[in-house]
């Protein structure tokens, strides 16, 4: 069993800043993707940022320059450094992750964590 835990969400003022963290745990021969995503009360979940295993990384237009994402491998973790927030980035932020739980099989499979509650207020 594989398993992502978020931390990190709490309410911020404008102008703020939150760092997120998600760990993945359990049967994992490789991770290659690892991304967030949120999605606000109303709306359809979108992807906030993705940093494949290559290190490269890509972000929603509405993010760029303000939010920065990471990873460590060796602790199979993935950071978000949100800073300059503000009202309209309140919403649920899931952590997601592209894994190979085995060596023998070539399959891979897409984790989600829980969400952890990002609330900005203006």
């Known amino acids: 069993q594989v398993q992502l835990v978020e931390s990190g969400g709490g309410l911020v003022q404008a102008g703020g800043s939150l760092r997120l963290s998600c760990a993945a745990s359990?049967?994992?021969?490789?991770?290659?993707?690892m991304g967030w995503f949120r999605q606000a009360p109303g709306k359809q979940r979108e992807l906030v940022a993705i940093?494949?295993?290559?290190?490269?990384?890509n972000y929603a237009d509405s993010v760029k320059g303000r939010f920065t994402i990471s990873r460590d491998n060796a602790k199979n973790t993935v950071y978000l450094q949100m800073s300059s927030l503000k009202p309209e980035d309140t919403a649920v932020y899931y952590c997601?992750?592209?894994?190979?739980?085995?060596?023998?099989?070539?399959?891979?499979?897409?984790?989600w964590g829980q969400g952890t509650q990002v609330t900005v207020s203006s």
């Open positions: 997601n992750a592209d894994i190979r739980p085995t060596n023998w099989s070539a399959i891979r499979y897409a984790y």
């Open positions: 359990g049967s994992i021969f490789s991770i290659n993707a």
């Open positions: 940093i494949p295993s290559d290190g490269s990384t």
